[in-house]
């Protein structure tokens, strides 16, 4: 699985953490920035990281700020994205199963590492359900 990440100063370290932890787990990512936590326009590197999983350069994407909110609302101007702010592992499980969500948003100042590895590892392995859902799915990618 392919992996695109991007965070604001606010979600730097986050991003940082999160980055080692998909190495260790085999996956690939590439960073989008920022290369360092000085301040900087979360909307750059979220609609960086969304093209380019609309694109299909990226199986998945995720994007992390201070409240993950600024991220999520930019992902999800991009045609084809599915970016979902989780909070807890429940919220990542079903944004997966019933949403085919392609971007994961993370708020770095709302939880702590432990919580945003859990979260990112659910949302990982969770499988889409299709079915009934592709249906409800299909009417927001065709959206805009």
């Known amino acids: 699985m392919k992996i695109a990440l991007g965070s604001d100063h606010a979600g730097w370290r986050l991003k940082e953490t999160i980055k080692g932890h998909l190495t260790a787990k085999g996956l690939t990512t590439v960073d989008f920035g920022p290369a360092k ?4 326009d979360y909307a750059e590197y979220a609609l960086k990281v969304a093209r380019s999983v609309a694109a299909g350069e990226f199986d998945r994407g995720i994007l992390i700020c201070g409240t993950g ?76």
């Open 69 to 144: 909110l600024g991220m999520s609302m930019a992902a999800n101007r991009i045609k084809g994205v599915r970016a979902a702010l989780c909070y807890n592992e429940y919220l990542a499980r079903m944004s997966r199963a019933h949403n085919n969500a392609n971007v994961l948003c993370l708020g770095e100042r709302v939880i702590g590492d432990g919580l945003a590895l859990s979260i990112l590892d659910v949302w990982l392995e969770a499988e889409y359900e299709g079915g009934r859902h592709q249906r409800r799915v299909d009417i927001f990618d065709q959206a805009s």
């Open 37 to 40: 936590a000085e301040s900087c």
